[in-house]
Each structure stands twice: as C-alpha cells, then as structure tokens.
C-alpha cells in the first residue's frame, strides 16, 4: 500500500479537539483521540467509483420520474402513476404540505444531488478547477440528508405490500428504475472519500496555531479565528467557532418535534382498504396490520423507522442537550456517538409518508376503493423534519466546552 496523504492538522467537528494526522495508507480508518469520531475512512472507497454510481443513479432518475410507477387495477379498472404523482394526488386531496415534502425528497433533492455530485467528481477526476467547485460539493453534501431514494424504496416495499393484499398491483418501468438509483446511491455513500475529493478541490492550508483557528463545519478545512464569519475558502460556507445560537434552536425545535409526536402518533396516519372498505390506521396499527399480513420484517422495520426512531432521537438530542445544560464532564464520548447515531438516522423516519404517496395516486376508484393521507400524517411529517433540522443544528462540541474538555 502506498501512503495517502501526509501529515496534517484537523480539528474534529464532533469535540473540537485539535489533533495532527499521520501519513495514511489505503485502507486506513483514522478516529479523533477525544471522542473516537472517524475522521477518515479510505478503505473501500474510491472516486471513481462513487463517480460511476451517482452517474449510473442521475440517469436512472430519469425513467424513475417520467416512466410510468405503479399500476393498480380493481373491478376492471385501471390505475397508473408516476414519481411526482403523488404529490398531484396529495395537493387535490388538501394536504399541499405532504404533497411538496414528498416531491422534494424523493424526486427533486435527488436529482439535484446527483447531478451536482457527478459534475463536481468528474471535474476533480480530470483534474479540472472551478472557482465554484467547491461550493457545488458542500451543496451536494448538504443534499444528502434531503434527497431520500433510499428511504423511499422502504416505503415503495411497504406500500406494495399493503396494496398487494387486497389489490391487483404491478411495478412499473418507472419504479424499476428508481428501485436501481435508490441502491446506487447506497454506493455513493459509502464509496465516496469525501476527504479526499475536498483535499482534491483544494488542498489544507497552512494551519494556524491551536489557539487562534476555528474550523469550517462544511468542509473541515482549518482557518485563522480572525476569518470567524468570513466565507470559507474552499467551500464558501460562512465560519463560525460553533454553530451559532445552536443550544436554543436546537431546544425550540425539539420543544415543536415533541408536541407535535403526540398527535402524530393518536390520530389516524392513513385510510386504506381492506377486502374493499376503506380503514384508517394509525402508526402502530399500520405495524399490527403488516404482522396481521405475515410481513414480519417489514413490520418490524416500520415499527422501528416510524415509532422507534422518533423516539429515540428526541430522548438522544435531550440527553445532548441537557450535557450542556448541566455542564457535565461523564459520558462524553457516549453522548457524542448518540449525537452522530441521531443525526444519521432521523431521514429514515420518512417511511411513512413516503408509503402515503405511494398508494394515493393509484387508489381512486370509488367511495370505498381509495386510500388518502389522513390528519396525522402532517404533523408525523413534520417531527420527521423538525428532529432532522434540529440535529444539524446542534454543535456537539458545546458539549465538551460545558465540560472543560475543549482542546
């Protein structure tokens, strides 16, 4: 193996600790000596290859979205739809906030994601420089919690699923196509070094002494504290010591996110039929029913997507911010981890609303064959939105600061 890159400084996004890498090799997993954060991974990643995938998905996409989607008949006839019909469907039933939710996750943010994407890596593949190629990729990074086709195919599944059992339901050209762009971008994700394509853009500069730097939280390039508001000069995001006003954002949309998962969780979710009446479920008897089906897996995945994992995520940024709070020193590292296990998984909670757009377009038969969004799918959306939104805005490293462990 050769080396990858030679010795330099970084200071961690997750503690704040200031910390000199050694000369790399292929392969290696590098973590911060404070909170064990990985702050490189090169084993199995690869440009080129991250480049083939999101330009195998950006092409896809495009069959995904016009082709026609799922087709469904019953008492002879016939239903069909594409991507963004769901949020046709969604805007004439009265729900325009579901409706442009699931048009911007699962067809517009994806696409703008992998286009972005695939120009930034293939100019850096060939060695080409743009004043603007920098920001492009922070773009493209910042997309990825957003452009959800990996979720969507967990709600493609489920919502084929529940229609399969009472309903004639066929897959169409168009899911095909995005069933491949969404495991496509699987493989972006985790063969992409994004250190590497940033050293890539442009290299570190010379690192400023340990007490006078403040590193950007975009592309983690190290800068001197007096450029604290400036833009960053590699990927233009605007430089700040830590995020700023973060404990009380995070706090107000926690507060929202909690209010909001109660009726999120009481009130009906959706009306589908069953053996054609229509039934409206609520979250946990949409994982009944699934059990009831003998969908094990897929039950216990919803359960797990849509009840367990808002669950967890406000109970974790509570612990987070209660650290701060309370200026403790125990448990950091735990806490830390939680933080990054929060902010990871909060998109997969989208499940829900992504099965909702998928049976509505092609559930419109009569007053008893048809399926719809029902009141609480708008505020299940939104703690979905609120607790992704209040993880990003969120600064771990205030943590390590209330403790005195800031380095």
Same mark, same amino acid.
């Given at each position: 193996m050769t080396a990858a890159a030679s010795v330099s400084a970084i200071a961690c996004i997750d503690c704040g600790t200031r910390q000199t890498l =050694? =000369?790399? *090799? #292929?392969g290696s997993v590098v973590e911060c000596v404070a909170c064990r954060n990985i702050l490189e991974r090169t084993h199995g990643r690869s440009v080129t290859g991250a480049l083939a995938c999101s330009a195998a998905a950006l092409i896809l996409l495009v069959p995904g979205n016009l082709a026609t989607f799922l087709v469904t008949q019953a008492l002879g006839v016939s239903r069909q739809s594409v991507a963004a019909s769901s949020a046709r469907a969604m805007l004439t039933d009265g729900w325009p906030f579901l409706a442009v939710a699931v048009l911007l996750f699962a067809v517009v943010f994806?696409?703008? #994601?992998f286009a972005l994407l695939t120009l930034v890596l293939m100019l850096v593949e060939r060695g080409v420089h743009r004043a603007w190629l920098g920001r492009a990729f922070r773009w493209a990074n910042?997309? *990825?919690?957003?452009?959800m086709p990996d979720v969507f195919l967990i709600g +493609?599944? !489920?919502?084929? &699923? #529940?229609?399969? /059992?009472?309903?004639?339901?066929?897959?169409g050209a168009g899911a095909i196509c995005y069933i491949l762009a969404g495991l496509l971008s699987l493989f972006v994700r985790a063969t992409l070094d994004k250190t590497h394509v940033w050293s890539r853009i442009a290299p570190d500069t010379d690192v400023p002494p340990a007490h006078a730097s403040v590193v950007c939280h975009a592309? *983690?390039? +190290?800068?001197?504290? &007096?450029?604290?508001?400036?833009p960053c000069t590699r990927c233009a995001k605007t430089l700040h010591r830590r995020l700023k006003f973060s404990l009380p954002r995070t706090l107000a949309l926690t507060i929202a996110a909690v209010l909001l998962y109660i009726? /999120?969780?009481l009130y009906p979710l959706a009306t589908l039929p069953i053996h054609y009446h229509p039934v409206k479920y609520t979250v946990l008897q949409g994982v009944i029913d699934l059990v009831q089906a003998g969908l094990l897996g897929l039950a216990l995945l919803v359960f797990t997507a849509s009840f367990l994992? =808002?669950? +967890?995520?406000?109970a974790g940024l509570g612990w987070c911010m209660s650290s701060v709070l309370r200026r403790s020193p125990r448990r950091l590292v735990a806490k830390t981890r939680t933080y990054r296990v929060v902010e990871e998984i909060g998109r997969w909670?989208? !499940?829900?609303p992504f099965v909702i757009g998928c049976f509505t377009p092609v559930m419109h038969y009569n007053a008893l064959i048809y399926g719809r969004a029902e009141p609480a799918a708008v505020p299940f959306t939104a703690v979905v939105i609120l607790t992704i939104i209040s993880a990003k805005t969120f600064d771990p490293r205030l943590m390590w600061d209330a403790a005195g462990r800031h380095q």
């Open positions: =050694p =000369p790399r *090799e #292929r994806p696409i703008v #994601r910042e997309l *990825e919690t957003w452009a +493609l599944a !489920v919502a084929y &699923a #529940r229609l399969h /059992a009472s309903i004639d339901v066929h897959l592309c *983690e390039q +190290l800068h001197p504290a &007096a450029q604290a508001g400036d009726p /999120a969780n994992i =808002p669950a +967890l995520k406000l909670s989208m !499940v829900d």
